[in-house]
């Protein structure tokens, strides 16, 4: 089962948890370089387009999204452009929040990403995303296992409960 069928079928919510400090994304390329150069963004390619009108639609509904990236220091420049993007998950009703690893040493155990479905109710569902060291995706892993569901709602809930806001983060960092 892929995220994008769960993101369409959650009843009540959707959550990310981001532990990763440098992504692959062949698709985010013309933009990272245009921001790396200072230069005006690229509007978003056809993947991110779908991402965003899903979170929308999600929204409209009125369904709870939110995103926590946990972050450690140096910021990667992966990072500082994924911060400058993240505007676009906000404006379609992502709430978008971020933990500073170093904040709390629970934090240090969190280090694979995963979405949460309807997170603390029963019909809870986890799909993990896994990753090669470099950051490329290299596939998911799916749990409707209640106790894995319980386990990942908690670490989800401790990064949330630890994130500042996009907006807070990237002013105090200096990044836009």
Request: charged share 25%; aromatic share 10%; net charge negative.
């Amino acid at each position: 089962m892929k995220p994008g069928d769960l993101y369409l079928a959650c009843r009540w919510s959707a959550h990310r948890l981001e532990v990763q400090q440098h992504y692959v994304v062949a698709e985010d390329e013309p933009r990272m370089r245009a921001f790396h150069a200072g230069e005006p963004l690229p509007p978003p390619g056809p993947a991110k387009q779908e991402t965003i009108e899903v979170l929308s639609s999600l929204h409209r509904r009125g369904k709870r999204l939110g995103r926590v990236h946990v972050v450690d220091w140096p910021l990667t420049d992966y990072l500082r452009y994924e911060l400058v993007v993240y505007r676009e998950n906000v404006d379609a009703g992502e709430a978008v929040g971020i933990s500073q690893r170093a904040a709390d040493p629970r934090l240090a155990d969190l280090r694979r990403d995963f979405a949460i479905f309807d997170g603390g109710t029963k019909q809870a569902q986890v799909v993990w995303f896994d990753y090669d060291p470099e950051g490329r995706l290299l596939g998911y892993e799916h749990s409707d296992d209640p106790d894995v569901a319980a386990t990942c709602w908690q670490q989800y809930q401790l990064a949330e409960s630890l994130a500042v806001s996009l907006d807070d983060f990237t002013a105090a960092a200096g990044i836009i």
